[in-house]
């Protein structure tokens, strides 16, 4: 049984020279308990047949978002500790048996690395970011006070999660870009009782803050206001409409008078129409779902979908045409 499962999801858009970066990095850093799963939009080649024994590729046939890629990667994880890494995040130093150990406190279900970027000399461009119920994300300082009704979340080039609890809430919401899927997993987790730490600062990973997450400014607007709607109610509700106000005038202050604030605006007037029953109905289906004493065991990866099957690659209808990869459908 593994320790930790790595999940590095790819799209074609951030280029096969980082996810191979990648990769290499984490085969010289990860230890030997640990499993690599690649999931990607099925762009990628292989071109150095990366895939074997050490690291498993999966395509997915019908998934366009790396939330998608990261829930599939969550639900053939077989290891108590899951990581995701973006493509062009690198796994610099810091042991296995260091990670393992932040997570033998059971009450603890995600942790988050130091980032340094890899463009400017290994500054730290990130320690995690406070998530107000607004929307917006601020960085975090190590050892600053959180205010209430906000909460931790990690940077989305690098995270660690205790397995068991992605796979009982089901994994990410797939309505989100990953960095906000994160933020909604952080309110979660406050709500249930659990809690977000920091990494030992030996355990350090590189990656490229500019990296794009692949929501237009309009869908990162109407996934803020889809936040918001879903959160507000956490901490002081006037304080968090006040926030709220003062957020999107803010967006029009920064953009204006260009496209991008109309994008904007319009993407917060769609996120205000747009019905949040469907989301809302998934969110307390896995806060009911939710057990703090079923949290301490490992559950079966067969026992759990979220509607997207894993093909076995030996079987000769699904066999995929190049390298070893597995489709996913």
């Known amino acids: 049984m593994p320790q930790l499962t790595i999940i590095i999801p790819y799209h074609r858009t951030f280029g096969s020279q980082h996810l191979e970066e990648t990769i290499l990095s984490v085969l010289e850093n990860r230890g030997d308990d640990s499993e690599i799963f690649v999931l990607t939009d099925g762009s990628y080649r292989d071109p150095y047949s990366l895939s074997g024994e050490e690291v498993t590729f999966f395509s997915l046939l019908k998934a366009n978002s790396l939330v998608q890629c990261v829930n599939a990667g969550i639900e053939v994880a077989r290891a108590p500790v899951t990581c995701v890494l973006l493509p062009g995040t690198l796994w610099e130093s810091g042991s296995l048996a260091q990670i393992l150990e932040v997570f033998e406190d059971r009450s603890v279900a995600f942790a988050i690395p130091i980032l340094a970027d890899r463009n400017r000399q290994g500054r730290v461009f990130s320690t995690g970011g406070v998530c107000r119920p607004s929307g917006s994300i601020s960085n975090y300082k190590p050892g600053r006070h959180i205010p209430n009704g906000s909460c931790l979340v990690p940077h989305q080039a690098a995270a660690f999660f205790r397995s068991s609890i992605l ?34 600062t030996s355990v350090r990973f590189s990656g490229l803050p500019t990296q794009k997450v692949f929501a237009s400014p309009f869908e990162q607007a109407k996934q803020c206001e889809l936040l918001y709607r879903l959160w507000r109610h956490i901490g002081n509700t006037r304080q968090n409409q006040n926030q709220h106000i003062q957020n999107i005038l803010n967006e029009c202050w920064r953009t204006f008078p260009g496209l991008r604030m109309f994008r904007q605006l319009a993407g917060r007037l769609s996120g205000a129409l747009t019905s949040e029953l469907p989301v809302r109905a998934i969110h307390q289906r896995r806060m009911q779902a939710f057990s703090r004493d079923e949290s301490q065991q490992i559950l079966d990866p067969t026992e759990i979908s979220f509607g997207l ?6 079987s000769p209808e699904n066999v995929p045409s190049r390298g070893n990869n597995q489709k996913v459908a």
């Open 167 to 200: 796979q009982q809430i089901g994994g990410l919401l797939p309505q989100f870009c990953l960095q906000m899927a994160y933020a909604d997993l952080g309110f979660l987790v406050e709500q249930l009782g659990l809690q977000a730490v920091e990494l030992p």
């Open 309 to 314: 099957k894993i093909f076995d690659s030996t």
